[in-house]
C-alpha cells in the first residue's frame, strides 16, 4: 500500500512506520497510509524560519504576487489528476470545483493584491502624521513580515482549497508556512504539493507538508510564528491552550465549525421568487459537500405561520437529490468523507432529536446510485424541525457536520435575532428578503454575533456566491463559537503576518526607508524634466518647482463658461457675506488644471504614455484673483504594471505590447506667500525603457 509522503526540509520523506489507513469513500477500499513517525518537528520549524522565511522576506510583494499567479496558472494544468482523487474523498464534479479550481482561484485573487502593496519588501500602513511646527519630524507605522513561520492546521472536508486559501495569504505577505492538513484527505493535498514543488515556483522552504499526526510541533512555536486552525471548536480551543502558544503570544486564528443560520423573510410567500431562492439555498448548501462545510447552513428560521408549508417544500426539494457515485453523472451528491465522520454525524443527531423531529430524511435506509450504500459513506439528507427553539436549545448548540438542518420558527423580526445569537457566534448568517427596511433591522441586530451576512433577494439571485461561500477579497471567520478569527480579507489579511512598527523621523529619513515620498522631506534634482526619464531613471524624490502664474478674474470667468460650473463663488458679483470667501474665488479644478500645464513637459512625445488618474486631491485655501500659483513636483512611488496575459489575439489591445510602470506623483499647490493652497496624488504610465 502506498505510503503518503512529507514534504519536510526540503525532501519527501515517510514516516518510520505505516501509520492511519485512509480509504475511499465511496467504496471503502483502502488507498493510502499517512504517518509523522520519525519526523523532527524543531527541525522542521527551524528549516522554515532559516532557510524559507529569509528567501521569501528579500523578494517583494509584487514579486510574490505573481509569484502566486504562477503557480496558479501550473496547477490549472494538472486538474484531472486532482479531480481523480477528489472523487475518492466522496465529492461530486461540483464539490470537487469549490475545493480545487476554487482553491486555484484564491491564489489569482491574492496575486492580484500586489496591486494594493509597492514594490518592496516592507510598506506604509495608513496616513503619515506631521509631528512638529517646522515640519522636521514626523511619524508612520510601516509592515514587515513576521520572522517566523504561519502553521497551518486544516479541516478534511476541503484538502485543498483549505490550503491553497491559507498559503496564499501568508506568502504574499512573505512568511513560509507548515501546512497540516486532515489526515483522511491528505492523499489529496499531497497530490498538489507535490506539483506544487515540483514546479519550483517557490523559493526552497516556502512550503512544507505534513501527512498524519502534528506530533509536538506546536511546543517549537515562538513568538514570531502565526498558527490558524480550522475544525471544532473543541479541538481548537485545546490547541490554543498549548503553553507554548500562550507563553509566546502566537497569534492563533481558529475558525471553527458554526451552527449558521438562513432566515426567510416575513413577507416572502410561495408567489415570490424570494421563496424558490430559499428553498434552493437550502438544497444546495445541505447537499454540497454532503453538508461537510464549516460555513453550511445548520439553523432555519421561518415565519410560524409558514413552518408547515416550508418544510414540505425543502423535503420536495431534497427529494429531487440523486446520491450515489461521484462518477456518474446524474449524481448531485457524494458521500460524507469516511465512515468515521457517518458515525460521528448520526451520534450528533441523536442528541438533536432530543428536542427535534425528523420531519425529512432516514438514519437508516437511502438510495444510491452505482454504489454500495453500507460500504461507502453515505447518508440522507436529514431535516428536523425544533418548535420550541427558546426552550429547547439543542439546536443551537450541538453540530451534525453532515448533510443536516433544523427548522425552526419566530414570531417577528426581533425573535429571528434573538434566534441567530442563540448559536452563540457564527461564520455566516444569510437572510431571504426583498424588504430593505427588515434586511436593515436584521443587519444591525445581528451583525455582532455573524462574521459574515448574506442579504438575498431577486435582485442579486443569479450572481451571488451563495451563503456558504467566503471570499479572498473578504474576511472569513466570525465571533464566540466561530473561534473569533478572520482569515482572508483581501490587505486585512496579509497583514496577519506582518508586523505594524511605528516610525518616527526626519521627513527625508522617512521617505529614504519607506521608498514613498514624505511631504516635507528634500527633493532632489532630477537633472532633466522627470517626464523625460523612463519608469527605470525615475528616483523617489525627484522634484521640480515650476514657474509661476498669475489667477485672474478673466481666468475664473472663462474657466466658469468652459465648464459650465457657474457655483456662486465663482460669480465676481456675488455678494460675498455670510459666505466662506471674501470676493470671488477660483475653481479648485481650475487651479488643478492649472498645475498640469505649469508641470507637464508637453512640447514632444517622451516615456509618459498616459495620466491614471488622481489620487487624495485636497483644496486647502481659496485662490482670488490676483493670486500667484506655482508647483512644487515630486515623484512620490514607483509601481509595477505587468503585461496582461493574452491567450486569444483578438484580446490584444492597443497598448499591450508596451512594457510600463505606474508612478504616483505630488502635486503641492503652491501661492505667492507659500502656502500650500491644493495637494493631489496624480498617477501616469510611464514606459520602461527595456
Same mark, same amino acid.
Given at each position: 500500500?502506498?505510503?503518503?509522503?512529507?514534504?519536510?526540509?526540503?525532501k519527501?520523506?515517510?514516516?518510520?512506520?505505516?501509520?492511519?489507513?485512509?480509504?475511499?469513500?465511496? #467504496?471503502? *477500499?483502502?488507498?493510502?497510509?499517512?504517518?509523522?513517525?520519525g519526523?523532527?518537528?524543531?527541525?522542521?520549524?527551524?528549516?522554515?524560519?532559516n532557510?524559507?522565511?529569509?528567501?521569501?522576506?528579500?523578494?517583494?510583494?509584487? @514579486?510574490?504576487?505573481?509569484?502566486?499567479?504562477?503557480?496558479?496558472?501550473?496547477?490549472?494544468?494538472?486538474? +484531472?489528476?486532482?479531480?481523480?482523487?477528489?472523487?475518492?474523498?466522496?465529492?461530486?464534479?461540483?464539490?470537487?470545483?469549490?475545493?480545487?479550481?476554487?482553491?486555484?482561484?484564491?491564489?489569482?485573487?491574492?496575486?492580484? &493584491?500586489?496591486?494594493?502593496? +509597492?514594490?518592496?519588501? %516592507?510598506?506604509?500602513?495608513? *496616513?503619515?502624521h506631521?509631528?512638529?511646527?517646522?515640519?522636521?519630524?514626523?511619524?508612520?507605522?510601516?509592515?514587515?513580515?513576521?520572522?517566523?513561520?504561519?502553521?497551518?492546521?486544516?479541516?478534511?472536508?476541503?484538502?485543498?482549497?483549505?490550503?491553497?486559501?491559507?498559503?496564499?495569504?501568508?506568502l504574499?505577505?512573505?512568511?513560509?508556512?507548515?501546512? /497540516?492538513?486532515?489526515?483522511?484527505?491528505?492523499?489529496?493535498?499531497?497530490?498538489?504539493?507535490?506539483?506544487?514543488?515540483?514546479?519550483? %515556483?517557490?523559493?526552497?522552504?516556502?512550503?512544507?507538508? %505534513?501527512?498524519?499526526?502534528?506530533?509536538?510541533?506546536?511546543?517549537?512555536?515562538?513568538?514570531?510564528?502565526?498558527?490558524?486552525?480550522?475544525?471544532?471548536?473543541?479541538?481548537?480551543?485545546? &490547541?490554543?491552550?498549548?503553553?507554548?502558544?500562550?507563553?509566546?503570544?502566537?497569534?492563533?486564528?481558529?475558525?471553527?465549525?458554526?451552527?449558521?443560520?438562513?432566515?426567510?423573510? @416575513?413577507?416572502?410567500?410561495?408567489e415570490?421568487?424570494?421563496?424558490?431562492?430559499?428553498?434552493?439555498?437550502?438544497? /444546495?448548501?445541505?447537499?454540497?459537500?454532503?453538508?461537510?462545510?464549516?460555513?453550511?447552513?445548520?439553523?432555519?428560521?421561518?415565519?410560524?405561520?409558514?413552518?408547515?408549508?416550508?418544510?414540505?417544500?425543502?423535503?420536495?426539494?431534497?427529494?429531487?437529490?440523486?446520491?450515489?457515485?461521484?462518477?456518474?453523472?446524474?449524481?448531485r451528491?457524494?458521500?460524507?468523507?469516511?465512515?468515521?465522520?457517518?458515525?460521528?454525524?448520526?451520534?450528533? %443527531?441523536?442528541?438533536?432529536?432530543?428536542?427535534?423531529?425528523?420531519?425529512?430524511?432516514?438514519?437508516?435506509?437511502?438510495?444510491?446510485?452505482?454504489?454500495?450504500?453500507?460500504?461507502?459513506?453515505?447518508?440522507?439528507?436529514?431535516?428536523?424541525?425544533?418548535?420550541?427553539?427558546?426552550?429547547?436549545?439543542?439546536?443551537?448548540?450541538?453540530?451534525?457536520?453532515? !448533510?443536516?438542518?433544523?427548522?425552526?420558527?419566530?414570531?417577528?423580526?426581533?425573535?429571528?435575532?434573538?434566534?441567530?445569537?442563540?448559536?452563540?457566534?457564527?461564520?455566516?448568517?444569510?437572510?431571504? #428578503?426583498?424588504?430593505?427596511?427588515?434586511?436593515?433591522?436584521?443587519?444591525?441586530?445581528?451583525?455582532?454575533?455573524?462574521g459574515?451576512?448574506?442579504?438575498?433577494?431577486?435582485?442579486?439571485?443569479?450572481?451571488?456566491?451563495?451563503?456558504?461561500?467566503? &471570499?479572498?477579497?473578504?474576511?472569513?471567520?466570525? !465571533?464566540?463559537r466561530?473561534?473569533?478569527?478572520?482569515?482572508?480579507g483581501?490587505?486585512?489579511?496579509?497583514?496577519?503576518?506582518?508586523? =505594524?512598527?511605528?516610525? @518616527?523621523?526626519?521627513?527625508?529619513?522617512?521617505?529614504?526607508?519607506?521608498?514613498?515620498?514624505? @511631504?516635507?522631506?528634500?527633493?532632489?534634482?532630477?537633472?532633466?524634466?522627470?517626464?523625460?526619464?523612463?519608469?527605470?531613471?525615475?528616483?523617489?524624490?525627484?522634484?521640480?518647482?515650476?514657474?509661476?502664474?498669475?489667477?485672474?478674474?478673466?481666468?475664473?470667468?472663462?474657466?466658469?463658461?468652459?465648464?459650465?460650473?457657474?457655483?456662486?463663488?465663482?460669480i465676481?458679483? #456675488?455678494?460675498f457675506?455670510?459666505?466662506?470667501?471674501?470676493?470671488?474665488?477660483?475653481?479648485?479644478?481650475?487651479?488643478?488644471?492649472?498645475?498640469?500645464?505649469?508641470?507637464?513637459?508637453?512640447?514632444?512625445?517622451? !516615456?509618459?504614455?498616459?495620466?491614471?488618474?488622481?489620487?487624495?486631491? =485636497?483644496?486647502?485655501?481659496?485662490?482670488?484673483?490676483?493670486?500667484?500659483?506655482?508647483?512644487?513636483?515630486?515623484?512620490?512611488?514607483? &509601481?509595477?504594471?505587468? /503585461?496582461?496575459?493574452i491567450?486569444?489575439p483578438?484580446?490584444?489591445? =492597443?497598448?499591450?505590447?508596451?512594457?510600463?510602470?505606474?508612478?504616483?506623483?505630488?502635486?503641492?499647490m503652491?501661492?505667492?506667500?507659500? *502656502?500650500?493652497?491644493?495637494?493631489?496624488?496624480?498617477?501616469?504610465?510611464?514606459?520602461?525603457?527595456?
Amino acid at each position: 500500500m502506498y505510503q503518503l509522503e512529507n514534504y519536510v526540509a526540503g525532501k519527501w520523506v515517510r514516516g518510520a512506520e505505516a501509520g492511519q489507513i485512509l480509504y475511499n469513500a465511496i #467504496t471503502a *477500499e483502502p488507498l493510502a497510509s499517512a504517518s509523522t513517525v520519525g519526523l523532527d518537528f524543531k527541525l522542521i520549524t527551524d528549516y522554515a524560519r532559516n532557510v524559507g522565511n529569509p528567501n521569501l522576506r528579500k523578494i517583494t510583494f509584487h @514579486q510574490r504576487g505573481n509569484m502566486l499567479k504562477a503557480l496558479a496558472l501550473h496547477l490549472r494544468k494538472h486538474l +484531472p489528476r486532482f479531480y481523480e482523487l477528489s472523487y475518492k474523498t466522496g465529492a461530486t464534479k461540483a464539490d470537487s470545483w469549490v475545493d480545487i479550481e476554487g482553491g486555484i482561484g484564491n491564489l489569482f485573487a491574492n496575486a492580484s &493584491l500586489r496591486r494594493k502593496f +509597492p514594490d518592496d519588501v %516592507i510598506c506604509i500602513d495608513g *496616513e503619515s502624521h506631521n509631528l512638529s511646527k517646522n515640519n522636521t519630524f514626523m511619524g508612520t507605522h510601516i509592515l514587515s513580515p513576521k520572522e517566523g513561520v504561519a502553521i497551518h492546521i486544516n479541516a478534511f472536508n476541503f484538502p485543498v482549497w483549505g490550503m491553497l486559501e491559507k498559503i496564499a495569504v501568508n506568502l504574499l505577505a512573505g512568511m513560509p508556512a507548515i501546512v /497540516k492538513p486532515a489526515t483522511v484527505t491528505s492523499y489529496l493535498t499531497e497530490a498538489v504539493v507535490k506539483e506544487i514543488i515540483a514546479s519550483k %515556483i517557490l523559493p526552497e522552504g516556502a512550503l512544507q507538508l %505534513i501527512c498524519g499526526s502534528a506530533g509536538d510541533l506546536l511546543n517549537h512555536v515562538n513568538s514570531q510564528d502565526v498558527v490558524t486552525f480550522t475544525g471544532s471548536a473543541s479541538t481548537g480551543l485545546m &490547541l490554543k491552550q498549548n503553553k507554548h502558544i500562550q507563553e509566546n503570544n502566537v497569534p492563533f486564528n481558529m475558525e471553527a465549525d458554526s451552527l449558521n443560520c438562513i432566515v426567510l423573510g @416575513q413577507e416572502v410567500t410561495p408567489e415570490t421568487p424570494e421563496w424558490e431562492i430559499f428553498i434552493k439555498e437550502i438544497r /444546495k448548501e445541505m447537499t454540497l459537500k454532503a453538508g461537510q462545510r464549516c460555513t453550511g447552513i445548520r439553523r432555519i428560521f421561518v415565519p410560524e405561520n409558514k413552518l408547515e408549508e416550508v418544510w414540505k417544500a425543502i423535503g420536495a426539494s431534497l427529494s429531487q437529490t440523486v446520491i450515489g457515485n461521484p462518477l456518474n453523472e446524474k449524481v448531485r451528491m457524494g458521500s460524507l468523507a469516511g465512515e468515521t465522520q457517518r458515525s460521528e454525524v448520526k451520534t450528533q %443527531i441523536q442528541k438533536l432529536l432530543a428536542s427535534s423531529q425528523i420531519v425529512y430524511g432516514s438514519l437508516d435506509s437511502i438510495q444510491v446510485v452505482d454504489a454500495d450504500s453500507q460500504k461507502g459513506a453515505f447518508m440522507s439528507p436529514i431535516l428536523l424541525m425544533n418548535t420550541k427553539p427558546f426552550e429547547a436549545k439543542e439546536a443551537h448548540e450541538v453540530e451534525a457536520f453532515g !448533510p443536516v438542518s433544523t427548522i425552526m420558527p419566530y414570531k417577528n423580526s426581533d425573535e429571528a435575532i434573538a434566534l441567530s445569537k442563540l448559536g452563540k457566534g457564527s461564520l455566516v448568517s444569510t437572510i431571504v #428578503t426583498a424588504d430593505y427596511k427588515e434586511a436593515r433591522h436584521y443587519v444591525i441586530g445581528a451583525a455582532t454575533h455573524h462574521g459574515r451576512i448574506l442579504i438575498l433577494n431577486n435582485e442579486c439571485a443569479k450572481e451571488n456566491t451563495g451563503h456558504g461561500s467566503p &471570499l479572498p477579497l473578504l474576511v472569513h471567520g466570525g !465571533p464566540g463559537r466561530a473561534g473569533g478569527g478572520e482569515e482572508m480579507g483581501g490587505i486585512r489579511g496579509v497583514k496577519h503576518y506582518l508586523q =505594524r512598527t511605528a516610525l @518616527q523621523g526626519s521627513p527625508t529619513t522617512i521617505t529614504e526607508i519607506t521608498n514613498v515620498f514624505q @511631504q516635507n522631506a528634500k527633493g532632489k534634482d532630477p537633472g532633466k524634466h522627470p517626464f523625460k526619464k523612463y519608469f527605470e531613471e525615475l528616483q523617489i524624490g525627484d522634484q521640480i518647482v515650476t514657474d509661476k502664474r498669475v489667477i485672474t478674474a478673466d481666468n475664473i470667468d472663462r474657466f466658469a463658461d468652459l465648464s459650465g460650473d457657474h457655483f456662486y463663488a465663482h460669480i465676481k458679483t #456675488t455678494d460675498f457675506t455670510g459666505t466662506m470667501f471674501e470676493q470671488q474665488v477660483a475653481h479648485g479644478y481650475f487651479i488643478m488644471s492649472i498645475a498640469a500645464g505649469l508641470f507637464v513637459d508637453s512640447y514632444e512625445k517622451n !516615456p509618459v504614455l498616459l495620466n491614471y488618474g488622481i489620487d487624495e486631491l =485636497r483644496f486647502t485655501k481659496p485662490v482670488y484673483p490676483g493670486a500667484e500659483i506655482h508647483i512644487r513636483f515630486t515623484c512620490k512611488e514607483k &509601481l509595477p504594471n505587468d /503585461k496582461r496575459i493574452i491567450e486569444k489575439p483578438e484580446d490584444f489591445k =492597443r497598448g499591450d505590447d508596451i512594457d510600463k510602470g505606474i508612478v504616483k506623483w505630488l502635486v503641492e499647490m503652491i501661492d505667492e506667500t507659500n *502656502e500650500i493652497t491644493g495637494v493631489a496624488t496624480i498617477l501616469t504610465m510611464v514606459q520602461r525603457r527595456s
